[in-house]
């Protein structure tokens, strides 16, 4: 009964997010006709204990991988990474808009309708195996967020960030379509692990004149266009120009709705997308097509960083710095990805790996940090530079404790999640193996230790960023007398996870993670490309190579 | 033994949140919390040095047998903190960050320096403390902790990770109960110490990845560790494996073997390859430790953070933080990469240290302040910890070791002093102080003492160590340096010493009495208990260790010999290395 799949398979593989769905619809749909005051916050919370719950139980091996260039969703270690990855993000986040009394808004109902819509649609990207699908999930995450930014504004600058932000959303969405149906146009499929097989076996035209040369020249094109698109969701340099706006305009919570789960998203479609690039060590070289594509990432993350941190030292805007601090973080995440086709599986850590471990970190940091300014911040005290800080260690110096945490952090100070993020990238980029008569391999191996050193010279200059914040809190007399009081508040839980999580991350990594199970996160495609070709059906339009 | 050093480590770690924790006790109270943890730990360190002396025949025995550093077996705390990949089945040091900690020659002594020097820290601060005493106090007792920490570790990343953490609690401690100026010298510390430290562990992951790599050498097993004892097993054997090979091939060109010129050129590629590759990894090693230290030309944020910082953290910052640069370069720098080390460090370093010694002790004339002056004496003090450490043989190493130690103790007791004064007169100015020996007796007899220890004074401590750095140097084997011309430039780093400390103490306790005006309600008074209990215990240790250095320097011999050996060792392939034919 080859190629084909029960419907009732795929029902059961997606219920997770099948369910997640149902309840925000249902949400939307009944939340006129009940009162204002409805317990919307407990229901979500509940709703994604219950996804995950439901993630957790799900049985192994729903899905027939030999399959594999027929289905739409996978099921492997990555998207169950980022299953969980997302649906764990979706519980910190419901805690984190449990209180709602800063804000002018009052429709409780489509907030946390459309915090469940954007968390499953981070879901589904990882587990997306069809552009189609991936473009629903993203998509999925961004059209909630254009109501979100508004929703949760300083109504002066919330019109102005949020049309922002849906303007160059709908360009860069445009800007991945228009790469998806250029590589649909080339390879005559939308599956994803069947392009990447075709990219990493060499393809060729019906005409078997032609080499792969013209076919990577072709490639480059789609390719090029998806890495716009994705990078600004990403807040990649040069497509990070609205983050600091978008999030000046915005509340701290929205901030680390945008700086966390549209970055895990983007991080996740990039690897899957780019995997035949990034798939490390199993197979001769990397991709025949597209083999250098490595130095395009190298470029950017070294860009990315950089400018980040240049750019973070001239703000005085917290949610401005803060914005920056997170392009700059998107770099170091970027040179995991960009040293990762480089590696082999067999050493030490691996780019994708290490990459996924500071995106992890970075996610407890950030969302620890923005969750500590959005309790700090009252309709009458707005906390927008780093003085208005000032007194918070003395009124609340368990608070002040934790987002000192948090930026020790994203300084990457030792005994932190952030400190081994930083290391394993940079672990990951000194060793990039070489060999002796080779001397392109000499010089790859001398170009990422290069980015290596650039990524810990931004760490050293980005360390006064995140000092500034600090002394804000502990060394400036305060000018409140009541700064920083604040009574206990559902968003405290996942504060106080963050800092358990951050300290665990950074002490004894795998009692939270797996870093052997992190390890194989780079080579989802390497076990579609290790499959016998014969065993599925390619497409017509393409003649396989052997 | 093992359970007494894992309590020396956590004592200090559950003092200092027991102290941040218990709040609105008033200072009294916290200040004696601290106390009493501090001077628990001081006794157990005295423990473990005392248990040290009988196992000293075993563990010479072991590390002349392994070629290694070798802590203690008795003493070794282990278990995987971040397991990387899977042990290999020979060894389970391969593959993780481990915590592994213990005892050896190398850090034995600077555990109870550490510890007297932070009883020294709580008891100046006795009196000048008194705001939100529980958080300084429990800063205190965290970056005792960390001190510690750096000083027992045998794991790299660990290590490193101590070293990083030291610099939260000084931020915190600098920048909360520092001068005026203390924002900016805490920050500047910060971002200095910081990008040192990522430089240094920039050079340590440079090391690890390139031990890993087989290329190296194909025969080698892959070393993929973070163990220090394991990777100076590592670099050694491979620089001995290369050489090896290299006059293998050159051997069989020798023959006229047709084959083996390709062979001999590959091998050339590899050995200089690794002794390039050795020479980045070693500067960039080098730079954090040097920053710590502080050695000319990375010192500048040193006088500032002296200055600005409360003098109870200064002791810590000059009598022990900065021997985390001298330590470093004991137990890293130099043992795993002598041949840089040789080749052109002992150059390079020899020549800063030269630049500290001097441009140290000429700043330190012309301050017009006790304090400013104190910080510039170290720094040119701990010039010659560098120096002796760079003429790499063992009288060098010794010397090194022992100024270390002896600096600690002098420079922890003339800060002490400083701090009596600034309680007493809340100034340190020379031209606010004259006088003071008519009125404070013992205080001004004991601030003479310490001059004397540090100064160098034959028959106290502070002469043993400058004057073996100076023997070091001076009949250094490295060609790459005039061994006697520098020594005796050093020499005068003495004479210059002695000029600053005597002018000073001319200047503040002899000659015509004349105080600040202070508040009348607070009579100057001489020394109390409190601050006798401290002075004259650490007067006669300094006494002790000027008369009788011997024990110690038996005590870090096996250590000394391994080091200066390792570097014999590989320099004695040097000329292999060196290919220019």
Not at chain 1, 52 to 67: A, E, F, G, N
Not at chain 1, 158 to 176: N, P
Not at chain 2, 418 to 439: H, I, V
Request: aromatic content about 14%; hydrophobic content about 50%; glycine content about 8%.
């Amino acid at each position: 009964m080859t190629g084909q799949f029960l419907f009732i398979d795929y029902v059961q593989y997606l219920l997770p997010e099948i369910f997640l769905f149902s309840l925000a619809s249902i949400m939307v749909f009944l939340g006129p006709f009940l009162k204002k005051n409805y317990p919307w916050s407990l229901i979500t919370t509940v709703g994604f204990f219950l996804a995950y719950l439901l993630l957790i139980l799900k049985k192994p091996d729903l899905l027939d991988h030999t399959q594999l260039f027929s289905i739409n969703v996978l099921d492997d270690m990555y998207s169950n990474f980022v299953r969980h990855f997302a649906l764990g993000m979706g519980i910190f986040f419901a805690l984190l808009f449990w209180n709602n009394s800063n804000s002018d808004n009052q429709n409780n109902h489509e907030t946390f309708a459309f915090l469940i819509f954007l968390v499953a649609g981070c879901s589904i990207v990882g587990l997306a195996n069809d552009l189609v699908i991936l473009f629903l999930g993203l998509e999925l995450i961004s059209i909630p967020s254009y109501v979100l930014l508004y929703l949760y504004g300083n109504k002066k600058l919330a019109a102005e960030s949020a049309l922002k932000y849906f303007f160059l959303s709908i360009f860069s969405s445009g800007l991945l379509l228009f790469g998806f149906s250029y590589l649909y146009g080339i390879s005559g499929t939308t599956n994803i692990s069947a392009i990447s097989d075709a990219l990493i076996n060499g393809f060729r035209f019906k005409s078997a004149s032609e080499s792969d040369n013209q076919s990577a020249l072709l490639f480059l094109i789609p390719m090029l266009a998806i890495l716009g698109g994705l990078g600004f969701k990403i807040s990649m340099v040069p497509f990070h120009f609205y983050a600091p706006d978008v999030y000046q305009g915005t509340s701290y919570r929205m901030c680390a709705l945008l700086a966390t789960v549209s970055k895990v998203a983007g991080f996740a479609s990039i690897i899957r997308i780019f995997g035949f690039a990034l798939a490390q060590g199993s197979f001769s070289g990397s991709s025949k097509t597209l083999d250098n594509i490595y130095v395009l990432f190298w470029i950017l993350a070294a860009v990315t960083m950089t400018i980040g941190t240049i750019l973070g030292l001239l703000q005085r805007n917290l949610r401005r710095i803060l914005a920056y601090s997170s392009i700059a973080h998107s770099g170091y995440i970027l040179a995991g990805i960009a040293v990762a086709p480089k590696l082999g599986i067999s050493t030490g850590i691996d780019g994708i790996g290490a990459s996924f471990f500071y995106l992890f970190a970075y996610f407890f940091g950030t969302f620890g940090v923005f969750a500590v300014l959005d309790v700090l911040e009252t309709k009458d005290r707005p906390v927008e530079d780093w003085d208005d800080l000032a007194g918070v260690a003395s009124h609340n110096p368990i608070l002040a404790a934790c987002l000192a945490v948090f930026l020790f952090s994203l300084i990457g100070i030792p005994l932190t999640g952030g400190f081994l993020g930083k290391f394993f990238i940079v672990f990951g980029c000194a060793s990039v193996p070489y060999a002796w008569d080779d001397a392109l391999s000499k010089d790859s191996h001398n170009l990422f230790l290069i980015l290596g050193i650039i990524a810990f010279l931004n760490a050293a200059v980005g360390s006064w960023l995140y000092l500034r914040i600090l002394s804000g809190i502990y060394f400036k007399p305060a000018m409140w007398p009541d700064a920083g009081k604040s009574s206990f508040q559902p968003s405290f839980i996942p504060i106080f996870g963050c800092v358990i999580v951050t300290v665990i991350l950074g002490v004894k990594p795998n009692l939270v993670i797996n870093l052997d199970l992190l390890k194989g996160l780079g080579n989802p495609v390497i076990k579609a490309s290790k499959l016998k070709i014969e065993d599925s059906q390619p497409s017509d339009v393409l003649v396989w190579k052997k | 033994m093992s359970q007494l050093v894992l309590l020396l480590l956590l004592l200090p770690l559950v003092g200092g949140f027991v102290s941040l924790l218990v709040r609105n006790v008033g200072f009294e109270f916290s200040r004696k919390l601290a106390l009493g943890f501090v001077l628990l730990s001081l006794l157990i360190s005295l423990k473990i040095t005392w248990d040290y002396f009988p196992l000293i025949e075993n563990h010479a025995a072991a590390i002349e047998e392994k070629t290694t550093f070798v802590p203690i077996a008795s003493s070794v705390t282990v278990f995987d903190l971040v397991r990387i990949s899977p042990p290999s089945e020979a060894r389970s040091d391969t593959g993780a960050i481990r915590f592994y900690i213990g005892i050896d020659g190398l850090n034995l002594f600077l555990l109870p320096l550490t510890c007297i020097l932070f009883t020294g820290s709580i008891l100046g601060s006795w009196n000048s403390i008194k705001e939100r005493s529980h958080n300084y106090y429990g800063l205190l007792l965290l970056l005792q902790f960390a001190t510690l920490g750096a000083f027992l570790a045998f794991d790299i990343i660990l290590f490193y990770a101590f070293f990083e953490l030291t610099l939260i609690p000084l931020l915190f401690l600098i920048a909360m109960w520092g001068g005026p100026n203390r924002q900016y010298a805490s920050k500047k510390i910060f971002v200095y110490t910081l990008g040192g430290g990522l430089t240094t562990l920039l050079g340590i992951i440079g090391l690890v990845s390139a031990l890993n790599q087989n290329s190296i050498d194909d025969q080698l097993e892959s070393y993929f560790t973070f163990s220090i004892p394991e990777m100076v097993k590592a670099t050694h054997d491979t620089q001995i494996a290369l050489n090896k090979k290299l006059a293998e091939s050159k051997a069989e060109q020798n023959n006229n073997d047709a084959s083996s010129t390709s062979n001999l050129e590959l091998n050339q590629a590899k050995v200089k390859f690794w002794s390039v590759t050795q020479k980045w990894i070693f500067v960039l090693l080098t730079i954090g430790f040097l920053v710590k230290l502080p050695a000319f030309p990375l010192h500048t944020w040193q006088p500032t953070a002296y200055f600005e910082a409360p003098t109870g953290v200064t002791l810590v910052l000059a009598g022990i933080l900065a021997k985390l640069g001298v330590y470093g370069f004991l137990r890293l720098c130099i043992p795993l990469l002598p041949v840089p080390a040789w080749e052109f460090g002992a150059y390079l370093f020899s020549t800063l240290a030269l630049i500290s010694i001097l441009y140290g002790a000429a700043c330190a004339i012309v301050q017009d302040d006790f304090k400013r002056m104190l910080a510039y004496s170290s720094f040119s003090h701990l010039g010659f910890c560098l120096l002796g450490i760079f003429a790499l043989n063992e009288t060098g190493l010794t010397g090194s070791y022992l100024q270390m130690i002896n600096h600690g103790l002098n420079v922890g007791a003339l800060l002490f002093v400083c701090e009596l004064l600034l309680n007493r007169y809340g100034t340190t100015k020379f031209k606010d102080l004259q006088g003071l020996a008519s009125k404070l007796k013992i205080l001004s007899g004991i601030t003479v003492f310490f001059v004397m220890c540090s100064v160098g004074l034959p028959g106290l401590n502070g002469f043993v160590g400058e004057v073996m750095c100076l023997f070091g140097m001076f009949d250094t084997k490295n060609p790459a340096i005039s061994g006697k011309i520098i020594a005796s430039i050093c020499s005068f780093g003495m004479l210059l010493g002695a000029w600053y400390m005597l002018s000073m103490v001319m200047k503040i306790f002899f000659g015509k009495l004349s105080e600040p005006v202070f508040k009348k309600d607070n009579p100057v008074s001489d020394l109390t208990f409190i601050e006798k209990s401290f002075l004259f215990p650490l007067a006669s240790l300094c006494l002790l260790l000027g008369v009788y250095p011997q024990p110690m320097i038996d005590l870090i011999r096996p250590e000394i010999h391994l080091i200066s050996k390792l570097n014999n060792q590989a320099n004695n392939q040097v000329p292999i290395v060196n290919l220019g034919k």
